[in-house]
């Protein structure tokens, strides 16, 4: 019999998926880095596709450029992961609750999925800044600008330098709604394509049943949220001055103007790197994260 859910240790928990996202964002990394270059690039200049993106960077920087923003990425997962898994569990077993029958319904599962993931990237978001920052330094050393910090801690320090607290929260907006749509894709599609499979067919619950769960979920993740992303990238990659701005007051004018100057599809830039990432970091990370749970005696997600 299962242990009951109830007793369960938060802190093990909590630690479970930290180490579970840890893994999977060190194996993925090189394609979100890919993908925060590609959405950046402006409408006047010449784009480049992913792998010629790849083959610059490594050209310039060595291959271990590929991994440029990796400290702040796992640091965000400490925060990031951590919660959302926790506060969406919370949130489905003892504010919602599931059915008699053991199934969450989908009417429950997208709130769920959309305010875990919301507030997971609130908390998180100074050290998103920091990461897309940081991903930015090599292709600003190779337009011959200076590099703008020497490391995470100098990120970090020159960005409260400048706007205070306050600052880290640059571009949090954005953030927290692309979270929402990605969590609403990875976190709620995970757990009704699990139940679903487990319902209608004599699957268990396995690592296969988990790998083809996580299959819906990626690709559902990189459909919803790729706009929010792309809007996300450019706000906080963004100059600022007196506070404000430079190219774009809010989410919305963010929107609107890159619509404007480049189409509709300009949304979608990065979308493939997205979903080759999403893909495989979603496939590692459930299969990682349901596999030590049952190690750990806690059972299932």
Not at 72 to 90: A, D, K
Not at 120 to 125: D, G, N
Not at 139 to 150: D, I, M
Not at 246 to 261: A, E, F, G, I, P
Request: glycine share 10%; proline share 5%.
């Amino acid at each position: 019999m299962p242990p009951s859910k109830h007793n369960d240790p938060f802190v093990l928990k909590y630690c479970l998926t930290v180490a579970a996202a840890s893994v999977a964002e060190t194996v993925t990394f090189p394609l979100d880095l890919l993908k925060t270059r590609l959405q950046v690039q402006e409408h006047h200049r010449p784009y480049k596709g992913m792998l010629q993106t790849a083959i610059g960077i490594v050209r310039d920087q060595g291959v271990l450029g590929l991994w440029k923003g990796l400290s702040p990425g796992l640091l965000r997962h400490v925060v990031y992961s951590g919660c959302r898994m926790s506060f969406y569990e919370v949130i489905r077993d003892d504010v919602f609750g599931k059915n008699p029958d053991g199934v969450y319904p989908l009417w429950k599962a997208i709130p769920t999925g959309m305010l875990a993931g919301a507030l997971a990237q609130f908390l998180a978001s100074p050290t998103d800044l920091v990461k897309v920052r940081l991903q930015m330094e090599g292709q600003r050393v190779h337009e011959g600008l200076e590099p703008r910090y020497r490391g995470t801690r100098d990120a970090f320090r020159s960005i409260l330098r400048e706007g205070g607290i306050v600052g880290l929260w640059k571009g949090w907006a954005p953030n927290c709604q692309r979270a929402a749509l990605v969590c609403l894709g990875d976190l709620t599609t995970y757990d009704a394509a699990k139940q679903t499979i487990l319902h209608y067919t004599r699957r268990k619950d396995d690592a296969g049943t988990h790998a083809l769960a996580s299959v819906f979920s990626g690709l559902v993740s990189a459909i919803l949220g790729t706009p929010a992303d792309v809007v996300k990238t450019r706000i906080m990659n963004q100059l600022y001055k007196d506070g404000h701005g430079v190219h774009y007051t809010s989410s919305w004018d963010c929107l609107t103007k890159t619509v404007k100057m480049e189409g509709f599809w300009a949304l979608y830039k990065g979308f493939i790197p997205i979903w080759t990432r999403m893909a495989p970091w979603s496939l590692t990370f459930w299969l990682v994260y349901e596999e030590i749970r049952v190690l750990a005696g806690i059972g299932n997600f």
